[in-house]
């Protein structure tokens, strides 16, 4: 999911398994046995041009949908999904 945040940079926050050493999870597994963290990526002073990824949350497998939303100006909350009801959210500035 992606969001602008403020007047400025595009945020998108996204799962991926491209951390691990094993063998990528093929993407039609089921979400409940992927290997997974939370990454976010924003664009720089263009839009065309991306800054480092960033992980924001690596601390097991059991995460899906992360999505975003900006609470107040350039303050931007981040939810992430674990299952049975079971969600994180994270302050991202």
């Known amino acids: 999911m992606g969001i602008r945040i403020g007047n400025g940079p595009v945020g998108v926050v996204f799962c991926t ?3 691990s050493a094993e063998i990528p999870d093929d993407s039609s597994a089921n979400v409940l046995n ?5 990454k976010i990526i924003r664009t720089l002073d263009t839009f065309e041009k991306w800054g480092d990824l960033k ?5 097991g497998n059991k995460a899906y949908v992360p999505g975003m939303i900006e609470t107040k100006f350039n303050q931007v909350l981040i939810s992430i999904d674990h299952f049975g009801g079971k969600q994180r959210f994270l302050r991202y500035k």
């Open 55 to 59: 992980t924001l949350w690596r601390s």
């Open 17 to 19: 398994d491209e951390d």
């Open 34 to 38: 992927r290997k997974c963290h939370v």
